[in-house]
T-cell receptor
Framework: GQNIDQPTEMTATEGAIVQINCTYQ??????LFWYQQHAGEAPTFLSY????GLEEKGRFSSFLSRSKGYSYLLLKELQMKDSASYLC?????????FGPGTRLSVLP | DTAVSQTPKYLVTQMGNDKSIKCEQN?????MYWYKQDSKKFLKIMFS???????INETVPNRFSPKSPDKAHLNLHINSLELGDSAVYFC????????????FGPGTRLTVT
């Protein structure tokens, strides 16, 4: 299968920086997505990485290393509204696999 | 205007019943998907449709059948509902295939009693 792993829970303080890691199987891999899901709501798209390197989009950045099967989502200047689950997802051919999600709690 | 809509939002039914969940997207996207999110919040793809062709069919029970009358609609029909079918079902769409951003509907919370 296409195992995707990420930490279950993380906690950070408002205004801080947090990095959420994701590892995935490299065989057949196309690209890596990050989605945000607030409790009781639908997932919303954050980023898509195909090539190695860092993609920056406002307070959020996403990094990919294809050779290492590794990605991270970096959230800067954390706000209370960033408390949510962050889902790492990989494209494998015509298949699409989500990781278990990382529930981030931002404390005042 | 809602991009991806689902009905109903909540569905409570008894074991053994047959039910359908409807999904519509007004984005002009080519591909639509159905996902199941269980109680542990694990989001798993069930089906995707591209131009009326099923291109992904995960190992879901054949009690689940997707039906796409046109490019803008992908409905999910479930026969002989079981307790384990209780979950939140999300519909989504993307412009082309899975390498494109997916837009999710609000979800349908199915409870089987």
């Amino acid at each position: 299968g296409q195992n995707i792993d990420q930490p279950t829970e993380m906690t950070a303080t408002e205004g801080a920086i947090v990095q959420i890691n994701c590892t995935y199987q490299t065989s057949g891999f196309n690209g890596l997505f990050w989605y945000q899901q607030h409790a009781g709501e639908a997932p919303t798209f954050l980023s898509y990485n195909v090539l190695d390197g860092l993609e920056e989009k406002g307070r959020f950045s996403s990094f990919l290393s294809r050779s290492k099967g590794y990605s991270y989502l970096l959230l800067k200047e954390l706000q209370m509204k960033d408390s949510a689950s962050y889902l790492c997802a990989g494209g494998y051919g015509q298949n699409f696999v989500f990781g278990p999600g990382t529930r981030l709690s931002v404390l005042p | 205007d809602t991009a991806v809509s689902q009905t109903p939002k909540y569905l409570v039914t008894q074991m053994g019943n047959d039910k359908s969940i409807k999904c519509e997207q007004n984005l002009g996207h080519d591909t639509m998907y159905w996902y199941k999110q269980d109680s542990k919040k694990f989001l798993k793809i069930m089906f995707s449709y591209n131009n009326k062709e099923l291109i992904i069919n995960e190992t879901v029970p054949n009690r689940f059948s997707p039906k796409s009358p046109d490019k803008a609609h992908l409905n999910l029909h479930i026969n002989s509902l079981e307790l384990g079918d209780s979950a939140v079902y999300f519909c989504a769409s993307s412009q082309r295939d899975i390498s494109y951003e997916q837009y999710f509907g609000p979800g349908t919370r199915l409870t089987v009693t």
